[in-house]
C-alpha cells in the first residue's frame, strides 16, 4: 500500500474503533436502566428479550472475533441456536452480564493490533471468503442493528422512567447551540 492507501486504511480502522466502541456503550447505557427481570421481557410470543440478544451478541463476537485472521468465523463449539434460549430466571442475567464483559475485548484488542494491510487480508465466515474490511462492516451492520433492539427494548419497558441516551425531546435546539458554541471556542482557542 501507498501513503494515501495507507492514511484511509488507518482512517477506517479507527472508524470501527470507534462505532464498536459507541455500539457497546450505547448497549450498557441502555441495559443499566434495567433491572434483571426486566432484561426477561419479551413484548410479544417469540419476540427475543433483552437477555437472549446479549447472549447473541456473546455468542457472536466470541465465533467471529476469536483468532480472527486465522480460522473461520463460525467455530464449530458455537451453539447458534442456544443464544436464542431465553434464561431461565434472573439468576442468569449476572452471569450473562460477565460473558458481555469477557466478550467485547475480543474484538476490541483484535481492533487495537489490525493494521492497515490487514484490511485486504481475507478470512472466512462459515467458509465464505471476506476481505478483513467486508467482514467488519458486516459486524458493524449486525452489531449496530442488535444495539438499537437493546435500547428500544430497554425504552419500552421503561417508558416514563427512560433516561435518554442521545438529545432529549424538545432540547435539539439548545443542543445544537452548545455544540456550536463548543465548537466556536475550540476554532478561538487555536488562534
Do not use: C
Request: glycine share 4%; no cysteine; net charge negative.
Amino acid at each position: 500500500m501507498d501513503v494515501a492507501h495507507d492514511s484511509v486504511a488507518a482512517a477506517v480502522l479507527s472508524s470501527f474503533q470507534h462505532s464498536f466502541r459507541s455500539y457497546k456503550t450505547l448497549a450498557e447505557r441502555a441495559l443499566a436502566q434495567l433491572t434483571p427481570e426486566e432484561w426477561l421481557y419479551r413484548p410479544v410470543p417469540g419476540s427475543n428479550s433483552t437477555a437472549v440478544i446479549v447472549k447473541h451478541m456473546v455468542g457472536n463476537l466470541r465465533s467471529r472475533f476469536t483468532d480472527f485472521l486465522t480460522t473461520d468465523g463460525e467455530k464449530p463449539d458455537r451453539n447458534r441456536d442456544q443464544e436464542f434460549e431465553e434464561p431461565s430466571d434472573v439468576e442468569a442475567i449476572a452471569p450473562l452480564q460477565k460473558q458481555w464483559e469477557a466478550a467485547w475485548p475480543i474484538l476490541l484488542d483484535l481492533l487495537d493490533t489490525l493494521t492497515p494491510a490487514d484490511l485486504l487480508r481475507t478470512v472466512t465466515i462459515r467458509g465464505e471468503a471476506h476481505s478483513v474490511l467486508t467482514a467488519l462492516q458486516r459486524q458493524a451492520t449486525h452489531y449496530a442493528y442488535h444495539t438499537g433492539q437493546i435500547v428500544q427494548l430497554a425504552k419500552q419497558i421503561r417508558g416514563e422512567a427512560w433516561q435518554t441516551l442521545s438529545v432529549p425531546r424538545g432540547q435539539s435546539q439548545a443542543f445544537n447551540a452548545a455544540k456550536w458554541a463548543e465548537s466556536n471556542n475550540d476554532d478561538a482557542s487555536r488562534l
